[in-house]
């Protein structure tokens, strides 16, 4: 059985000040920055060393009420190019998808109009968007052994996440074997994009190639 582990950062620094004042509403006293949260999740089985080139798409997927579709709007593109800054950092080499990369990146934005996003040991929206078909494995399943559910949400979401392609013909499915999840206001922006992308990544040190 594969074990998952997963890491959960938040900028609320002041957060048991404020839970202790006597302001009525003290989240309103937050800036954009001391709202986000960064979940981290991956498969611990997996050798990231062991991994050398990756693709990403070009766009993203939109998620919204558990239906996807495809967009490229400039904050997109701006998660698109700091993935891809952070994959070079960590030694990665990027390649197209018809280069048989060891890795596949999809990022996805994700809305629903009832609750908030929360990580979970077992399979949330993903069996009800996600398209394999993409990386050309046509005829192979996908495993999540985690997954996100979806209740009582206001914002947004992003999440970027890491498929294996290298071993995908050996298993006969696609495993995730990272993904990363940022929540809170202002996150769909193009000119926070790096530095949140930049978190996960922090947070995610074991991500880099073998020599």
């Known amino acids: 059985m594969k074990m998952m582990s997963s890491t959960l950062t ?29 979940i981290t999740n991956r498969d611990s089985s997996a050798n990231f060393s062991s991994y050398k080139t990756y693709s990403i798409s070009d766009s993203v ?76 494995y046509y005829d192979y399943g996908y495993y999540m052994p985690y997954g996100y559910s979806v209740y009582q949400i206001t914002e947004g979401a992003m999440s970027i996440d890491m498929l294996d392609l290298k071993n995908a013909s050996t298993n006969h499915k696609i495993n995730f074997i990272w993904s990363g999840l940022i929540r809170g206001e202002g996150i769909f922006s193009a000119t926070g ?19």
């Open 10 to 38: 938040t900028a609320l620094l002041g957060v048991v000040v404020l839970l202790s004042s006597c302001s009525k509403d003290p989240l309103k006293q937050l800036s954009q920055d001391e709202t986000r949260i960064y």
């Open 61 to 136: 997927t939109v998620v919204h009420d558990q239906q996807g579709a495809k967009e490229a709007s400039a904050s997109d593109s701006a998660y698109i190019t700091a993935v891809k800054k952070y994959m070079q950092q960590a030694g990665y080499t990027l390649v197209s998808r018809t280069q048989n990369p060891d890795i596949g990146i999809d990022v996805s934005r994700v809305y629903n109009t009832t609750g908030v996003i929360n990580y979970s040991d077992y399979g949330g929206y993903y069996g009800d968007y996600y398209d394999p078909y993409y990386w050309g």
């Open 193 to 211: 994009a790096d530095a949140q992308v930049k978190a996960l990544f922090d947070q995610s040190t074991y991500i880099k190639t073998g020599n």
